[in-house]
């Protein structure tokens, strides 16, 4: 009847090349293309080469990646959330479906709430990316809209899915900050939803960390310019840790089909 | 006993390092002294000029075959008889007209040719001299000789030149142009073009000598390679201006035509192969014929080779040989250190051939007795006798050109060649006293509080190797003095050397096989790893210094993510805070550069007012004063976090740091006054006075004052005994940190010094980069009490953790925990206003203790400001292991095994990291060896490897050496005996 797996895997394969599609196609797009006030330049009526529409001007690409990614990245939130709710929901069939429609009541106001959190661990991000050695006094533009699509990459689901940690006392704050400790600090995942947050998020600071290293080769390639390469390297890194976290998943998924424990949770139907 | 066995563990790895430099550098550093005697002889060693004007013409890495008549086979249609005119000349003209195949010697790069083609003498990394700085020569040349004669010299194309000959040329009819940008083909050639024909036709013949320097082949075989259309167009374009040029040439002006240096397959050049080094010589004279073609000419005179490819052997000679000929067809007297011989077609005339060469040879010879009596003469020792009896031989044409070529060749080995087999067996030296600093570490941490018996018992196994080793080294030099073709040019003290070094390293490793530690490799060793390998690209070398804070940065991480974990909200505080107070620092630190050559149009000089301008920047200035009087204070702060700013801290921070450093802020600020002479130049001198005496009393004061008082009581603890129910109560305070904070007192002595003979804005990075220093020290003092609370409450009983510091509750050193520090060392060194390239040293630091350059105080100061960064964290290293670290109570006997142990192994890891980068420098140096950029980039970086493990490892020695043992053994004599358990206070 369900088929989570393959679910799981339709939700991968479909985040991954709309992720690839926004990466390669996106900042090309003439509408875009046709924007003058960033960069300071003018449009370009002649054809440009893939390469040169995607690294002509930097601000735009950067803006282009953080708009595509931030919709896919709120989608695949509220996917990854309804799988999350389907697995910690228990009980008969009525209480199943009135616990979830109680859980996912307030999405509008959550969503709300994640992109105000979203901003500010961006501009922390930025501040991060400044200690990092990204010049202090120019390119703060193209800085920033780095930090903010690292910030889309890596904190936005976790934060759609358990709220983004706060600093209150309550016990429930208390349980909720030790979880983005455990998750992204220490780096542990105990179930593949877990995996599915951690993997990506830790693949795209690699991704981005080594992007830095193409920079400062003397290739005088228009792609070096900053911030492209941490920029395309964040997204390389999401895609292929989150293929990763997919393999891992399945072969755990066999694994534990195999003595028969316990199961991926289900995929919530569409 | 065990003290001493460790000081042996860590000289090993420094004398290791020593003895791979040594050996390396032989083989791949070539020195030369530079006479700075000019020519001078009225009218016994010149001849009746033939021309009285010259026109040079320099076709930038125009190779051999390009002009050769008989071309290789197949010829390229691209670079193949397209520069026809030469050899159509020679052809028709053969009394006029003459083309050899001459060779350039290696480095092949257009500034060591200029040098060579100008003094005649054979390049060499480094011309020692008065000049170390500059690239200009202060040798006798073909320019200075030019001038004494009065004649005009006129320049115009690769503005190389005006770095080697800044004043030479006449200013009016000086063109350079702007020879860094390879991708530009077509401008400096275009300019010379423009400017060469108004000179050439102007009637009132305004210039004698005229040099025109076109870099369009050099470029197109850079950038396309010399098979490409470009550059067939390139060399026609050539073509066509030699034939404009010979059309308008008078016939008193003599034409000369060459390469400075060939291009190997792929249009690249720097090093000795033949297509790199054979390069295209023609002189052609317009009017009268310079060789009587009936006259005899002795064979053996002409030396023939055949270029590669080529079916028809050619008439070669030694590029420097231009420079005898040049200068006795104009009537000048050839340069003083000039090794080059005249070539004998063009004195085909009468007598003239004989006493060409004789001149040319009594020339030699005066500078050969000339280099011997000088300090370097050393280097002549093992030719000196061959050559004086080929000098008193020569009398005869054939003599004097024996005598001439055999002093060439003694020079050539002397300075001109790399060794390969010593490059390799420094290489194999780093390779081996890596490994087993590695060994060393994995042993030393894997034995634990073993490490006592451990070290007794392996350190006289590998001494002994060794000496076992130097003896074959030994026997191994007779053998090879049987094959002296293969082994060229290796002493028996290297042999001896190498076998000493090689066979106690193998020891080590084969006692402590380093394999096991590998596992534990993090992601610090990962960044260390990186770091050396940036060496073999010349981008990553030259943006080294803003690699290394985004490393640095990097590098806390694990630390931050750790403190995250922590169990107290306390330490998570700390951790974090202390993480982020680091990153700031070292951030605010790569604001200040002076940007290399290479880094031009992408970086912007901080350190100083504008890269053209070497005064401090004004709010540098301005800030001096403040920061000297906070730093003392500030790093107080951090002892007193411990509560052990006690004891003989509060007198000396106060009373010794402060005026001292103070002392060096004011030398700078003073210095900077000077600079702009805000008082008017009458002051000067009295300013003069006071700013020496500042940097004398504040580096006087630190040293003697501060490192007396710190040897007599190295301890920052009260003490106090009270009588309390008939017993006998100690309380001490400051014991948590008992190690550490008068480590700090002996470690900031030699920061006041260090300060002082830094420059304003590099004081201010000295000063952020303790701080990041000491923040950094309480993060991993932290971390290792997040470590120890982990592991109580992994065990059965976690209420332990109460019972204060047990045996096994120590929390050793990692690997890791070094690179942090060994990274902030190298950032020092780097926003201090440094650069790994010779003119970025800074000579002003010369002038801190005397006004007038004074050995050895000017050579100490400069090597202090320009190693002392390096030397200061090495410095600091043992602070990883003394910080927060109290006597352990339950030892009575050995209160501190674990610190010393700890010491050994952070000492060594330091060590291990610059070692690591010294091979990846060298092995930079030797692959790229043929590099274009080997000058530029590698070599200059590989001896900033090189002295930077040096000043490592003396930092870490004395550290170790002194520092550490000091203090271990006060606080072992005064809390010997003493029952401290309850009564200890330690403050976390």
Redesign the interface.
């Given at each position: 009847m369900r088929k989570p797996m393959s679910s799981y895997l339709w939700a991968v394969g479909m985040q991954t090349s709309l992720l690839a599609f926004c990466a390669l196609y996106l900042p090309r797009s003439s509408v875009l293309q046709e924007i003058t006030f960033l960069d300071g330049e003018e449009p370009i009526s002649e054809a440009l080469s893939p390469l040169e529409a995607l690294t002509r001007r930097p601000t735009l690409t950067l803006l282009a990646l953080c708009l595509g990614t931030l919709s896919l990245q709120t989608w695949w939130s509220d996917w990854l959330r309804r799988w999350w709710i389907d697995s910690i929901i228990e009980g008969a069939e009525e209480v199943k479906r009135r616990e979830k429609k109680f859980l996912t009541r307030k999405r509008l106001l959550a969503l709300t709430r994640v992109y105000g959190a979203l901003i500010l661990v961006s501009l922390g991000v930025y501040l991060v990316l400044?200690?990092?050695?990204a010049p202090?006094r120019s390119l703060a533009v193209k800085t920033y809209l780095l930090a903010l699509l690292i910030s889309i990459l890596t904190f936005l689901p976790p934060a759609y899915l358990f709220g983004p940690p706060s600093f209150r006392g309550d016990s429930a704050s208390l349980v909720k900050r030790w979880t983005w400790?455990?998750l992204?600090?220490?780096?542990s995942s105990r179930n593949p939803i877990e995996r599915a947050l951690v993997y990506p998020a830790v693949g795209t600071v690699i991704g981005s960390?080594l992007g830095?290293i193409a920079i400062?080769?003397?290739w005088?390639r228009p792609w070096q310019a900053w911030p492209l390469t941490p920029a395309y390297g964040a997204i390389i890194g999401y895609i292929l840790s989150s293929i990763t976290a997919l393999t891992a998943n399945s072969i755990d998924l066999v694994q534990s089909q195999n003595t028969n424990t316990t199961e991926l949770p289900d995929k919530p139907r569409q | 006993m065990a003290a001493a066995y460790r000081l042996v563990t860590i000289t090993w790895i420094f004398l290791a390092h020593l003895a791979g430099i040594y050996i390396f550098t032989r083989g791949f550093l070539l020195m030369r002294l530079s006479l700075t005697d000019i020519s001078s002889c009225g009218s016994n060693c010149i001849l009746e000029p033939t021309h009285s004007r010259a026109v040079v013409l320099i076709i930038d890495a125009l190779r051999f075959d390009f002009v050769s008549p008989n071309p290789p086979s197949p010829a390229s249609p691209h670079h193949h008889n397209i520069l026809t005119l030469p050899h159509k000349l020679t052809k028709r003209y053969p009394a006029h007209s003459f083309l050899f195949d001459s060779h350039a010697d290696p480095p092949t790069t257009t500034l060591q040719r200029i040098k060579g083609l100008t003094t005649g003498s054979l390049p060499t990394f480094m011309d020692i001299g008065n000049n170390l700085g500059a690239s200009s020569i202060t040798e006798d040349s073909l320019m200075v000789q030019l001038q004494r004669a009065g004649k005009k010299a006129a320049f115009m194309g690769d503005d190389t030149w005006m770095s080697v000959f800044p004043d030479s040329f006449q200013p009016n009819m000086t063109y350079p142009y702007d020879s860094f940008n390879v991708e530009d083909l077509h401008t400096v050639d275009e300019a010379v073009i423009t400017h060469i024909f108004p000179l050439l036709e102007d009637e009132t013949k305004p210039f004698d000598f005229l040099i025109g320097h076109f870099l369009g082949v050099d470029h197109v075989g850079h950038r396309f390679g010399p098979d490409h259309p470009i550059m067939k167009d390139k060399l026609q374009q050539m073509n066509d201006v030699l034939e404009r040029v010979v059309e308008k040439l008078d016939d008193d002006t003599l034409l000369v035509l060459l390469g400075d240096h060939g291009m190997d397959r792929s249009g690249d050049h720097g090093g000795d192969s033949i297509l790199e080094t054979s390069a295209a010589l023609w002189i052609y004279s317009k009017g009268d014929p310079l060789t009587d073609i009936r006259m005899p000419i002795p064979q053996d005179l002409l030396k023939y080779r055949i270029f590669p490819g080529a079916s028809v052997e050619h008439r070669a000679v030694q590029q420097i040989d231009l420079l005898p000929t040049l200068s006795l067809l104009l009537g000048l007297p050839i340069p003083f250190n000039n090794l080059g011989t005249v070539i004998p077609e063009l004195f085909r005339r009468g007598d003239l051939l004989e006493r060409a060469l004789r001149y040319n040879a009594e020339q030699i010879q005066g500078f050969l007795s000339t280099y011997r009596a000088s300090p370097s003469g050393g280097e002549l020792d093992d030719s000196w006798d061959n050559l004086q009896k080929a000098w008193s031989a020569a009398n005869t044409a054939a003599g004097f050109t024996d005598f001439n070529r055999q002093v060439l060749a003694a020079c050539r080995t002397m300075w001109a060649q790399f060794n390969a087999t010593l490059m390799g067996m420094g290489l194999v030296l780093f390779v081996v006293s890596l490994a087993a600093s590695w060994a060393l570490y994995v042993g030393l941490s894997s034995a634990k509080s073993n490490s006592k018996e451990w070290l007794q018992r392996n350190t006289p196994l590998y001494l002994m190797a060794g000496c076992g080793g130097g003896v074959a080294g030994f026997f191994f030099s007779l053998v090879a003095k049987l094959f002296p073709s293969i082994l060229e040019g290796v002493a028996t003290t290297d042999y001896i050397i190498f076998g000493l070094t090689f066979s106690s390293g193998l020891a080590i490793i084969y006692i402590s096989p380093p394999i096991a530690g590998l596992p534990s490799i993090s992601f610090s060793s990962i960044l260390m790893i990186l770091h050396a390998a940036a060496f073999l690209s010349n981008s990553f070398t030259v943006w080294e210094d803003s690699i290394i804070p985004f490393f640095a940065v990097s590098s806390i991480i694990p630390y931050v993510l750790k403190g995250f974990t922590a169990p107290t909200s306390r330490l998570q505080y700390r951790i974090v805070c202390f993480s982020v107070i680091f990153a700031i620092c070292v951030r605010l630190m790569s604001i200040s550069t002076v940007c290399r050559e290479e880094q031009q149009s992408f970086c912007h000089v901080t350190f100083y007012a504008s890269s053209s301008l070497t005064v401090p920047p004004t709010p540098a200035v301005v800030m001096a004063v403040p920061t000297a009087l906070a730093l003392p204070w500030i790093i107080k702060l951090y002892p007193s976090i411990s509560l052990s700013d006690k004891g003989i801290a509060r007198i000396y921070y106060p009373i010794i740091l402060t005026p001292s450093i103070l002392g060096g802020a004011l030398y700078w600020i003073l210095e900077w006054v000077d600079t702009i002479s805000a008082f008017g130049d009458d002051w000067s001198p009295t300013i003069r006075i006071i700013r020496t005496w500042a940097a004398r009393t504040s580096i006087g004061w630190a040293l003697f004052a501060g490192g007396a008082l710190w040897f007599a009581i190295p301890l920052c603890v009260n003490i106090t005994v009270k009588q309390l129910n008939n017993k006998k109560q100690v309380q001490v305070i400051g014991y948590g940190n008992a190690f550490g904070s008068p480590y700090l007192i002996f470690w900031s002595i030699f920061l006041a010094i260090i300060y002082a003979t830094t420059q304003a804005p590099g004081q201010l990075v000295l000063a952020l980069g303790t701080v990041a220093l000491l923040s950094y020290l309480e993060v991993v003092d932290s971390v290792r009490d997040v470590q120890s609370m982990t592991n109580a409450f992994a065990t059965a009983t976690p209420s332990a953790i109460l019972n204060g510091p047990s045996r096994n509750a120590h929390i050793s050193l990692t690997f890791s925990d070094t690179i942090p520090i060994a990274l902030l060392a190298i950032h020092a060194f780097y926003t201090t206003g440094h650069q790994s390239t010779i003119p970025s040293i800074q000579w002003k630091t010369a002038f801190l203790l005397t006004p007038t350059v004074q050995y050895p105080w000017s050579a100490i100061t400069v090597f202090l400001n320009s190693l002392g960064p390096l030397f200061l964290f090495a410095l600091a290293v043992p602070l990883l292991a003394l910080w927060n670290q109290s006597p352990q109570q339950h030892n009575p006997q050995d209160p501190a095994a674990n610190v010393k142990n700890d010491v050994t192994l952070a000492a060594i890891s330091m060590m291990t990291y610059y070692g690591t980068l010294l091979l990846g420098t060298s092995i930079g140096a030797a692959v790229l060896r043929r590099h274009l950029m080997v000058w530029k980039i590698f070599a200059p970086r590989f001896m900033a490897g090189a002295l930077g493990v040096l000043a490592v490892d003396l930092g870490v020695l004395l550290g170790v050496a002194v520092g550490v043992n000091r203090i271990l053994w006060y606080v072992q004599k005064v809390f010997k005996g003493m029952n401290v358990g309850e009564e200890a206070k330690k403050k976390h």
């Open positions: 400044i200690l990092l050695g202090i400790v455990r992204f600090a220490e780096l960390w830095i400062p080769l003397d005088d | -």
